[in-house]
Nanobody
């Protein structure tokens, strides 16, 4: 069973950049497809980005396409989310998720979740 721990969230000004990390332990990281999700106050959790087991074919929510980049380093057991041109509407708790068999944007299909990291974008 894999354990996921996010880090890197903080307060940043609009237009700025952040890189979130999600470190995995307790499992074979390359066996898990990974996703990033976020939840803003008063809103439902939403898909941000996903990456396959090998790192091929990442894809993104329309709201972050062209600004965010998901990547993974299987040697370091870590998945990243590089966030550029941040906007106040990107403010949320960001979660990474992993699953052995599912690769996609439906959060309910991921078996493993981290505790989240807060990203706040000031205007």
């Amino acid at each position: 069973q894999v354990r996921l721990v996010e880090s890197g969230g903080r307060l940043v000004q609009s237009g700025g950049s952040l890189r979130l990390s999600c470190a995995a332990s307790g499992g074979t990281f390359s066996s898990y497809a990974m996703g990033w999700f976020r939840q803003a106050p008063g809103k439902e959790r939403e898909f941000v980005a996903a990456i396959s087991w090998t790192g091929a074919s990442p894809y993104y929510a329309d709201s972050v396409q062209g600004r965010f980049t998901i990547s993974r380093d299987n040697a370091k057991n870590t998945v990243y989310l590089q966030m550029n041109i941040l906007k106040p509407e990107d403010t949320a708790v960001y979660y990474c998720a992993g699953d052995r068999t599912y690769y996609g944007e439906i959060g309910e299909h991921y078996d493993y979740w981290g505790q989240g990291t807060q990203v706040t974008v000031s205007s």
